[in-house]
């Protein structure tokens, strides 16, 4: 059963809100048999965030917990950031119909006015100035765009000027992104990004044998490389404030937890943008500590995240979690196809990486999102449990600490937000009760 919720509110730069949460929060934690630590993703409210939650955990309880031992007295802590939302009609204008410039200018404008904002709580829609002043001058070179090569220079470098690249990472060619050409990098976004949707697809080679179906952000031309350099500007800042908040703020309070319940099992859960929140705490914590479990739901990193030498050089940003043992529970990856927004949103980084690999997405381009393809590259994966099942009676999983398990989730996830439902429930339920 679920012993209580706590909502525990953070800053754009990773400080607690309001501290008399945390002290509430603490006050009552003693008792628990666990806790159950839950981000949210690229929700832009806390409507949004709410319902998430009580909707996620709601099919928990459906599915049933123990009376006694483990996940019989699961203490909740409900995570709430300034996150920003992505939307399909952005980065897929008109459904993936080619035809669908029009549509495409729209999002460009619309995205841009939403860069100015810099929200320093969930749910506010406050501007900061000087990001105000990049994006307008921005804006000011949207009709000059099509004609001029300097006019598309100088857009790369406002967008630039609006991001710290003091996290760029060789997983998701944000290091690219910033030291690549100003006029090679607009080029590059300007191109097409098709995604094949059957995960494991075979990039151009699928697409021409046998017709296959496919879909992306088919528009090009100059706007539309503009408005996917806004997008990418959008998920580098929330890529940030992620890592901030997580590695910051949520492993403060999480310290303080373990300092008063030192032998409490903490179960990190993390939606989108949240996967790497909880997983960026993660890497804070002590190596084999007290159990700690992941639960990445559609997560919207790279799916080299965790990886080792991914590339014969790099580990993933994320690799010391397993490496060192912070998470010496199961980590447990859903994945599917179904997920447009990280479909579309990681393949934009090929655009400007060295390899110019046509399978965009999937499992073969070295910039998939670890929600349409699973963790990639980590020795640690064990395919004895593979497939995200139904839910129904009987149905349950036998996770093994210290192992990865990347569950397919054709089946059971429809979209990138399709993550509150009983089968996501059966699966959480069973890494909670773990022995």
Not at 64 to 74: N, V
Not at 144 to 151: C, D, F, G, V, Y
Not at 244 to 253: D, K, M
Not at 300 to 319: E, Q, T
């Amino acid at each position: 059963m679920l012993k209580g919720q706590w909502e525990i509110e953070f800053t754009k730069d990773g400080r607690v809100f309001d501290e008399d949460q945390v002290n509430a929060f603490l006050q009552d934690l003693p008792g628990a048999t666990d806790l159950l630590v839950l981000s949210h993703g690229w929700n832009n409210d806390r409507n949004e965030a709410t319902a998430l939650y009580d909707e996620l955990l709601g099919s928990l309880e459906k599915v049933g917990l123990p009376d006694s031992g483990r996940g019989s007295g699961i203490a909740v802590m409900r995570v709430l950031w300034p996150s920003k939302k992505f939307t399909l009609k952005s980065l897929i204008p008109g459904g993936g119909a080619a035809s669908a410039t029009s549509q495409s200018d729209a999002a460009l404008i619309e995205a841009l006015e939403d860069l100015k904002q810099d929200p320093f709580r969930l749910g506010e829609t406050r501007q900061d100035p000087t990001r105000a002043a990049l994006v307008n001058r921005a804006l000011e070179l949207v009709p000059k765009l099509e004609s001029s090569l300097q006019a598309r220079r100088e857009y790369v470098l406002q967008i630039r000027a609006l991001l710290d690249p003091g996290f760029v990472s060789e997983d998701d060619a944000s290091r690219e992104f910033f030291e690549v050409d100003p006029g090679k990098v607009f080029a590059a976004f300007s191109q097409p990004v098709a995604v094949l949707p059957m995960a494991g697809g075979g990039g151009a080679a699928g697409m021409s044998s046998g017709g296959a179906a496919f879909l992306g952000d088919l528009v090009d031309g100059a706007k539309a490389g503009a408005r996917r350099l806004a997008n990418y500007a959008t998920y580098y800042s929330m890529k940030a404030r992620a890592s901030v908040v997580g590695a910051a703020g949520v492993a403060s309070v999480l310290s303080q937890v373990r300092r008063e319940s030192p032998n409490l099992p903490m179960h990190l859960v993390g939606h989108s943008f949240g996967g790497r929140l909880v997983t960026a705490a993660a890497t804070t914590f002590p190596e084999r500590d007290t159990r700690v479990s992941l639960v990445l739901l559609q997560a919207a990193f790279s799916h080299n995240g965790l990886a080792a030498k991914y590339d014969r050089k790099h580990d993933g940003a994320f690799r010391t979690v397993l490496s060192d043992v912070r998470v010496n529970g199961p980590v447990v990856i859903t994945h599917t196809k179904n997920d447009q927004a990280v479909g579309v949103a990681y393949p934009l980084a090929s655009r400007i990486a060295r390899d110019r690999s046509s399978a965009l997405g999937d499992q073969n381009d070295p910039y998939g999102g670890m929600g349409r393809n699973g963790a990639q590259h980590t020795p640690e994966v064990d395919r004895s449990e593979s497939v995200l099942r139904k839910a129904g009676v009987g149905v349950s999983y036998a996770f093994k600490a210290g192992k990865v398990f990347n569950l397919l989730a054709d089946k059971t996830i429809s979209n990138h937000g399709d993550v509150r439902n009983m089968s996501v429930a059966t699966a959480l339920r069973d890494v909670v009760c773990l022995p």
